[in-house]
């Protein structure tokens, strides 16, 4: 498995699919996700219309969304591999 660029530099490479299956659980968790909206108050959900799809493929909606929860789920979720607080 390439390692995913969003990883934190302190998860070791064999931890990867551990990692990449907790964030998938946490994106599609309801209370994980209310907990990212509130405290970023990023409020973005995939468009519902084609029109609203194509305006988020053009802004990069989906990736810049992606990006914010993944950084959020790092400091957040998934946490330092020592168990310290960042």
Known sequence: M?????MPADTP?????A???CLVWAVGEPSVLAAFR??????????????????DDAVGAD???A???VKWFNE??????DGTEP
């Open 76 to 81: 957040n979720v998934w946490g330092p591999m």
């Open 67 to 69: 990006r914010a929860f």
């Open 38 to 55: 509130l405290e970023t108050g990023n409020e973005w959900s995939p468009g519902r219309t084609a029109l609203d799809k194509m305006i």
């Open 19 to 21: 990692w990449l299956s």
């Open 13 to 17: 490479d064999e931890v990867a699919p």
């Open 2 to 6: 390439k390692r995913p660029s969003l």
């Open 63 to 65: 990736e810049n969304f």
